[in-house]
């Protein structure tokens, strides 16, 4: 339980970044005696800013790690950090792995073979059909999926593949003490109770706020062995994901759409830029 208080510690510290943290593992050796450096010691690292140097070392961090021990106990949220036996695979391979990770629900198959599917929350009858489409073919081959929670293509994709009783995962942006938006509730329940899983890198009571959304895309395509995007504007976070995923070595795959649709402006755009057509399941091979 002491151990799981110093990763909640961590956890809680919003400027600090898994490469910054892994030089200081590197120097300190273990999170509990990184607990007891003091500023002045920390002042010589000359891979520290001093935003992180003030959070190390600011009691607001550190207080009141055992209520969070004690709500996630209760409420089933379990945690693991980045050298956890039980931590993803293929986020060991990610520029800026979460440090810690916290989730409610099966994690065992999370290393198998998984595709995300992202798009518009706006959808149209035709994005909807395709996401639903892919999923189905992909969770009949046996294929997790994994995706945002998100409304639209998101929920449609985590749908079908509750429908097809495949795994599926949905990573959030926000802390696990609520679901958002909130109209997916019952869907995260189902997610669960089909034996996959609601996860998140943010700490119990860390609220949905816009900064969060990004970081959490490059966990959704960090836990895929590649990404489909079905119908995104120009402004979709569903970019995001898919240039998460080309940095991470991912491939990605985009269904057409209408040039006079706004919703796929931005699949348009990223076929243009060199993503793989997707018109057929068959196209997808990795």
């Not at 910054?20 to 891979?47: G, H, M």
């Not at 990610?94 to 994690?107: E, Q, S």
């Not at 489409?133 to 929670?149: A, C, D, P």
């Amino acid at each position: 339980m002491e151990n799981n208080l110093y990763w909640i510690w961590i956890s809680r510290l919003k400027s600090l970044y898994y490469e910054v943290f892994e030089l200081l593992i590197k120097r300190y050796k273990t999170v509990d005696k990184l607990w007891n450096i003091k500023k002045d010691e920390l002042s010589k690292c000359d891979f520290l800013n001093q935003t992180i140097i003030n959070e190390l070392t600011d009691m607001k961090y550190r207080s009141n790690l055992d209520k969070y021990a004690e709500y996630m106990e209760k409420n089933e949220i379990f945690m693991i950090n980045c050298y956890n036996i039980k931590y993803p695979i293929k986020l060991k391979f990610i520029k800026n792995r979460p440090i810690v990770l916290f989730y409610k629900g099966d994690l065992s198959r999370i290393n198998e073979e998984t595709v995300a599917i992202v798009g518009s929350r706006n959808c149209t009858e035709y994005g909807r059909k395709c996401a639903s489409l892919f999923t189905t073919e992909l969770s009949k081959r046996g294929l997790n999926i994994v995706s945002g929670l998100a409304l639209g293509i998101d929920t449609i994709a985590h749908n079908s593949t509750i429908n097809e009783r495949g795994k599926t995962y949905a990573v959030i942006g926000n802390g696990l003490d609520t679901i958002y938006p909130m109209e997916n509730e019952i869907l995260a329940q189902k997610i669960i109770e089909s034996g996959g899983a609601i996860i998140s890198e943010f700490i119990v009571g860390t609220k949905p706020e816009k900064s969060n959304f990004p970081r959490r895309n490059r966990i959704i395509s960090g836990l895929a062995n590649g990404v489909i995007v079905v119908e995104a504007s120009n402004k979709s976070g569903s970019l995001i994901t898919a240039n998460y995923a080309i940095n991470q070595g991912k491939e990605v795959w985009v269904v057409p759409g209408s040039i006079f649709s706004k919703n796929s402006e931005g699949t348009n755009a990223l076929i243009k830029d060199g993503a793989s057509v997707l018109t057929d399941i068959n196209d997808i091979v990795y």
